[in-house]
């Protein structure tokens, strides 16, 4: 047993790599060589994840990825403890229907990020994600709960369909984010263009906002500047084409 | 033993196995958590009568709190596993709930018994309250007029003491409260520990049961009273003519141990006699506070 399983790339992927056996849960229980034999999809075709990544380290919930990943894609899919450090962007389906652990990327993320299975009814049902970076299209999509916290932009549709759980986003987020939310709540920072079915309630300085990101500070390492953690909000109430139960928190000012 | 020329009798305090629960508010300011955190703990003096003994247990700087405001810490005991939630619903919901800017944090998130006192209260918001979990737990917001109220789900649990005490005999009145507000000045806000009374201060300590009445559980402790020595068993000496009790509650014996050192040091002053403590003989509570064990050891 190691403190950290460590995977460093070392050979780019020349097509999508699906590495959704990368999970911390599971690897506590396995070997360095056991690790290494588990199954990726490479451009369609089954590899092992040996065949790309060097692995340091063995049964430890605590795994760190190394190198440009962005050509990885579902990482941490399923993932339900442990924690899940990357130095680097990584590809589509990050965290997709996570339920536990925390997911730390030192990069971006491209679509999907804690997002939803194809058909699935709920995508992510717990653990946080942090992306440092932005994140592509479908950000959380159908989340029954957890976090997912983004400190870029955000593409087109950012918590879609929620059900629960918190999306908080740092910078802009596209089109269509919040869109028949049910529950949850969308904690914005930078813009976002509200849709046409979400109600003002009210401007008032949430005290859940602040204790989330003294959480985020203290725990996660998140730069979380006091005009926002203090600041006041403006509540809309929605998405009234579906159960309205949900909120957008739209950060004001001081 | 004399501390200051004070005597410090050859006895000990009896104290209970209760069960307390630690709850943090925070407020805008110190003044909202206090006005709370005084309403929750008003008539909780003694189980006697209220069911549950409660009391400040020290002030919290911002940076020691969940949601880094000012707070307050609070010491909640009952004698059973039962009513401790019962009264923590009641009176929050009366009490820190309708109190301005305030919040409501578990103070034992180590305790493994936990009680569900946010989520009853939850109901006050009609469905309209939302949970949200942060860092595994999970809080309450409900709604009210002013914004949102927050109060963690659940609160922890776990076996604490009640009744530790000591008495200071001195020469007269004004020398015994001298005594007992400097005592009592001495071990405010020591960890672990609450003072329940008035100021912390009891002047109508008690015996079990009654001479005279038999549907009363505690009346007064005529062996301590000094109108009474020369009708009674008195054990007041010559030369007392006032006690004051100190009642100690608390998590756990050692802070009671060294709550009681601290206060009864700054109780031998000039004009207190000795340092006694309440006791039934050793034969109802399982935990002895030596007086002179306790005042030997420590700084």
Known sequence: MSDVVTLVLTQAPDHALVANCILP??????????????????????????????????????????GNLEKVEGIGAGMAGGELAIDGSVGRDLGLAMAGGRIDVRGGAGDNAGGARPGAAKGMSGGEIIVRGSVGDD????????????????????????????????????????RFLKRGSIVSLG???????????????????????????????????????????????????????????????? | MKINGVAIEDTFAEAFTMRVARIVIT??????????????????????????????????A??????GRPGLSVLFLTMDKESLPQQLVVRLGQTVLTCATTACFDGLPDAPDRLTVGKALRVFGDGFQASKVIGGKRYWRIPVMEGEFLVEETFGMQKGVGGGNFLILAED????????????????????????????????????????YKSMIATTNDAFSPTLRAVTASQVPDGVNSVLEI????????????????GIRAACRPGVRSISAGNYGGKLGPHHFHLRRIMSNGP
């Not at chain 2, 009642?247 to 050192?261: F, K, N, Q």
């Open chain 1, 25 to 66: 849960d599971h690897f506590a229980a396995l070997s360095a060589q056991e690790i290494a034999s588990l199954p990726v999809t490479h451009g369609g075709r089954a590899a092992r994840l040996g065949d790309f990544f060097k692995v340091s380290g063995e049964r430890s919930a605590s795994v760190r990825l190394e």
């Open chain 1, 139 to 178: 950000a959380a999509t159908r989340m029954r709960r957890g976090l997912l916290v983004v400190m870029g932009d955000a593409g087109r549709g950012a918590g879609r369909g929620m059900i629960a759980g918190t999306v908080v986003l740092f910078g802009k987020a596209g089109p269509g984010a919040a």
């Open chain 1, 191 to 254: 813009k976002l263009e509200r849709p046409a079915t979400f109600r003002y309630a009210c401007t008032y300085r949430p005290p859940h906002v602040a204790l989330l990101f003294r959480h985020l500070r203290a725990h996660a390492g998140v730069p979380v500047n006091d005009r926002h953690l203090a600041g006041r909000y403006e509540r809309y109430s929605g998405d009234f084409a579906e159960l309205g139960k949900g909120e957008i928190l739209q950060w004001v000012g001081e």
């Open chain 2, 27 to 60: 407020g805008r300011n110190l003044k909202w958590a206090r006005e709370a955190a005084l309403k929750l703990t008003g008539f909780a003096t003694s189980v006697i009568g209220c069911k549950v003994e409660a009391g400040i247990e020290r002030e919290l």
């Open chain 2, 62 to 67: 911002p940076a020691e709190t969940p949601d």
């Open chain 2, 173 to 212: 009145a004004d020398h015994a409260l001298e005594a007992a507000e400097a005592a009592v000045d001495a071990m405010t806000n020591q960890p672990g520990v609450i003072l329940p009374f008035p100021g912390g201060v009891v002047r109508s300590g008690s015996k079990v049961g009654s001479k005279r």
């Open chain 2, 247 to 262: 009642v100690l509650d608390g998590t756990d014996g050692p802070s009671i141990e060294a709550a009681m050192r601290v």
